[in-house]
């Protein structure tokens, strides 16, 4: 039975291990870009500036439409002629004109020939779905750096998990040691109470850092678009060094999307002042339409003239020119609203690309001071873990207080937390330098 047991045990272990999804930083960053809302939005937007391109192209293309009526003049309308016409004269004599029942048919053509407002339209649309893309990359960018610092929080605490658990089993150890002695008379009461009181409190430490680890994962899955109930597996080498990250002078802000997006928005302005200017020209079109009308004493659809019903067409072709002489200066006004709409975005441009040279200057100086701290504590750890080892031996013989034992666990672990905590702050800077560079793809594409 016991062996039965132990191989479903084992076999349950293996279909919960392939359940697990094995998420690396990259993994994480496509499935974000895939599924979240943020980024599945931004290439609909792509998609539906196609089609206000097409709405606007509509505006240069013959517009035809058909309409008909149907009306019956319960009383007609008289007028009045003079009796002369009629041989009566120095009388006046109301006539009804019209049929009680009327029904026209008819096909209108309006083609613009010349449109200002139209053409600047038509290279406006196009500038927008440019923006669109840009746009679209930007949001990418965005959903990436979120994502990147995401994850690399939810391993920081991994890592910290993972230390406080060393700890506790590490001190779990000395507690059975001192219990031992603590029962055979070579112990004192208060050291193997001291020993509980730090195991405890390791075991409530362990539970909130779980907790946390819960709450950041779930957040993540959240961010990237992922069931929650879904278990995640971080490779070990998350917290590598990235020598791809380092810079030269020669790096600049140009190629920033954020810069490209402004650039774009500054064309979409010029044009959206080109239109306002287009109200100061003349516009031209044709316009044209056929059709049937349709006069009776009775309803006329599918009467004859034998039924008192006649038809007859109709057609008419010409030209509308339409030339602005005076709005009241509203069209200037548009104009100079237009002026300082451009004016703004040229402000807002340069603020932007004085904050991604700070930015960029910042990154670099934060990568530098990580590293030599990511230096300083490994050396930390490696010293206290050294520590560690003598007074642990010189606890076991008794040349070392249980004091000295405590402290330098904790001193261990501190200088664990410390080093785990740097390597989060050189990743976090990691993506900051990254980004400052333009090259945030880089981390789906290496």
Do not use: C
Not at 38 to 65: C, G, W, Y
Not at 230 to 241: A, C, H, L, S
């Amino acid at each position: 039975m016991k062996y039965k047991l132990t191989i479903l045990a084992t076999l349950l272990l293996g279909v919960f291990a392939q359940a697990q999804e094995q998420l690396s930083l990259k993994d994480a960053i496509e499935y974000a870009l895939a599924n979240k809302a943020d980024a599945v939005k931004a290439k609909l937007d792509i998609q539906n500036s196609e089609h206000k391109i097409a709405e606007v192209r509509a505006m240069a293309l013959p517009q035809i439409t058909v309409s008909g009526d149907l009306t019956y003049n319960a009383i007609l309308q008289k007028s009045a002629l003079p009796g002369d016409i009629l041989g009566q004269p120095g009388t006046t004599i109301l006539v009804p004109f019209g049929q009680p029942w009327q029904s026209t048919a008819s096909a209108n053509l309006d083609q613009q020939i010349f449109n200002q407002a139209v053409f600047t339209g038509l290279k406006a649309a196009r500038t927008t779905r440019e923006f669109y893309q840009i746009n679209n990359t930007l949001t990418e960018e965005q959903v990436i750096e979120k994502v990147a610092n995401a994850y690399y929080q939810v391993y920081e605490t991994k890592l910290q998990l993972k230390t406080i658990e060393i700890k506790y089993e590490s001190t779990s150890k000395t507690a059975d040691v001192i219990k031992g002695l603590y029962e055979n008379g070579l112990a004192k009461k208060i050291d193997l109470d001291r020993m509980l009181v730090s195991k405890n409190n390791l075991e409530a430490n362990i539970t909130q850092t779980k907790n946390a680890l819960q709450l950041q994962e779930n957040s993540l899955k959240f961010m990237i678009g992922m069931g929650i109930q879904t278990p995640i597996v971080m490779p070990d080498n998350t917290f590598e060094i990235s020598a791809h990250v380092f810079v030269d002078e020669n790096t600049t802000i140009d190629n920033r999307t954020e810069i490209l997006v402004l650039e774009k928005q500054n064309e979409l302005l010029e044009l959206d002042k080109k239109s306002k200017i287009a109200e100061y020209y003349p516009t031209l079109s044709l316009r044209g339409s056929f059709g049937y009308l349709g006069l009776g004493s009775d309803f006329p659809w599918f009467s004859k003239p034998a039924d008192g019903t006649y038809w007859s067409s109709f057609s008419a072709i010409g030209l509308n020119l339409s030339i602005p002489v005076f709005n009241g200066f509203s069209t200037r006004s548009k104009v100079r609203q237009a002026d300082v709409a451009i004016e703004k975005a040229q402000v807002e441009l340069e603020e932007t690309r004085l904050a991604l040279s700070l930015d960029l200057e910042n990154a670099k100086t934060q990568i530098n001071n990580s590293l030599l701290t990511i230096d300083s504590q490994k050396t930390n750890v490696d010293l206290a873990k050294e520590v560690l080892e003598n007074i642990q031996n010189n606890y076991n013989n008794g040349l070392a207080t249980l004091t000295d034992l405590l402290d330098a666990e904790t001193a261990y672990a501190d200088a664990q937390n410390n080093y785990t905590d740097a390597l989060l702050k050189y990743k976090l800077a990691e993506i900051q330098l990254i980004k400052s560079k333009g090259e945030l793809k880089s981390l789906i594409n290496n």
